[in-house]
């Protein structure tokens, strides 16, 4: 049974740093791509960050972009997303999502492409 569980939300101030973690089991995590998806209150989920099988092609959506970092630790099978200078309008759901398709390069930003899903933890950045 495939899991993927995240870690690391919570309630923070506008400017602060977060770190989330998403620990998987039930699958061989060092051949699925893995990416970070959110959905803010009324908005649909959208693409965030997503990392290649090996950790060598990373790719954000134009709203994070130097602010946060994905990562992942293919001996712990897990994927990290460090969220520096959070700003209210990163409050969301964030969750994590595993893809097994394509080669060691790929990386997607469409949720369909993604087969496995974690529950989400909540960000709330406040003002």
């Known amino acids: 049974q495939v899991q993927l569980v995240e870690s690391g939300g919570g309630l923070v101030q506008a400017g602060d740093s977060l770190r989330l973690s998403c620990a998987t089991s039930?699958?061989?995590?060092?051949?699925?791509?893995m990416a970070w998806f959110r959905q803010a209150p009324g908005k649909e989920r959208e693409f965030v960050a997503a990392i290649n099988r090996i950790g060598d092609n990373l790719n954000y959506a134009d709203s994070v972009k130097g602010r946060f970092s994905i990562s992942r630790d293919n001996a712990k099978n897990t994927v990290y997303l460090q969220m520096n200078s959070l700003n209210p309008e990163d409050t969301a759901v964030y969750y994590c999502?595993?893809?097994?398709?394509?080669?060691?390069?790929?990386?997607?930003?469409?949720?369909?492409?993604?087969?496995?899903w974690g529950q989400g933890t909540q960000v709330t950045v406040s003002s």
């Open positions: 999502a595993a893809s097994g398709r394509g080669t060691r390069y790929t990386i997607a930003r469409s949720e369909s492409l993604y087969d496995y």
């Open positions: 039930g699958l061989t995590f060092r051949d699925y791509h």
